[in-house]
């Protein structure tokens, strides 16, 4: 049993994580739960992730979100949806009960309304703090940066694996932009036997290198998380060229119960193995290229 998350405000969700597959739940409600907790919260909107997360350039809260078991198939996400604080519910239900795979704005929100899913107000799903931000950014233009994507791994004691992804989006954006976070081998990708992977970031340009799905088939292959993480990301900087790398954070969990990280940016990030009874917080150091044989991570444990 294991779990990861992106940033240090995951450690609540890792810790949640933990408490619940150790009690012998299985990895996507953990993942679930964990996260829906994170994102039904307008204190962590300023986290860029469900209620009181930044509106659109309209004023307006949408959200992505995104769940995925290792089990081939199963996969469900929600794009520019309205008026809901825990997306990840309602992508939950695309995944197990809908027939389709990915459902967007006007589409994602009746189908929530189908399943049962109040929808809320726009004023609901903003905050104090995500309104003022909204307010200087129509009086000053003055925008607001982070990309911190709220990504979660849990592997259960059945050996079930599942990676679940939200973010409200980058602040400010056109109305109906989506970045990677739903989509499948770009902000998540999980294979049963082998492992999961979570990228937070720069959505527009991490969409077009696939991070997620590059992960994990490197694990496939027999590499280490660590290992995986770190060829994936020197392969973006060897495209893009090291000075002009995009922010990109890359988490990696396989079925061994070990993790991995790299990142262009310093990148906090939180875990739990079994046999220990606390969440760990590890830094990892933005990464340059990686050094042939190189394995480990360079990250300091807080």
Not at 109 to 123: H, K, L, S
Not at 131 to 144: M, N, P, R, T
């Amino acid at each position: 049993m294991a779990a990861v998350g992106t940033w240090g405000f995951s450690q609540p969700s890792v810790e949640r994580i933990r408490s619940l597959i150790t009690a012998g739940r299985h990895a996507t409600d953990a993942v679930e739960e964990a996260m829906a907790e994170v994102e039904d919260d307008p204190e962590t909107g300023l986290h860029i992730v469900g209620r009181g997360g930044f509106p659109n350039s309209g004023g307006v809260v949408e959200c992505d979100a995104a769940i995925m078991e290792g089990i081939t198939g199963r996969f469900g996400a929600v794009a520019a949806l309205r008026g809901v604080g825990a997306p990840v519910r309602v992508a939950r239900r695309v995944m197990d009960r809908s027939p389709h795979s990915l459902l967007v704005g006007e589409g994602a929100a009746a189908f929530a309304r189908e399943q049962g899913f109040t929808i809320e107000p726009n004023d609901n799903m903003l905050s104090a703090h995500s309104a003022k931000a909204y307010q200087e950014f129509l009086e000053q233009k003055q925008s607001v940066s982070g990309h911190d994507t709220l990504g979660l791994i849990a592997l259960d004691n059945m050996g079930n694996i599942t990676v679940g992804v939200s973010t409200s989006g980058a602040p400010f954006k056109s109305p109906g932009r989506v970045g990677d976070s739903p989509l499948p081998g770009c902000g998540l990708y999980a294979e049963h036997m082998v492992g999961a992977a979570a990228a937070t970031g720069d959505g527009d340009k991490i969409m077009c290198h696939c991070p997620s799905f590059h992960a994990v088939q490197l694990m496939k292959q027999g590499s280490s998380p660590n290992r995986a993480c770190y060829t994936v990301l020197d392969d973006i900087i060897r495209r893009t060229a090291p000075d002009r790398c995009f922010e990109i954070g890359l988490i990696a969990l396989n079925v061994k119960g070990e993790v991995g990280a790299a990142s262009s940016v310093e990148f906090p990030y939180t875990f739990w193995n079994q046999g220990k009874d606390y969440v760990e917080t590890s830094t990892q150091l933005p990464n340059s290229t990686v050094t042939e044989g190189t394995e480990e991570c360079d990250t300091h444990v807080q």
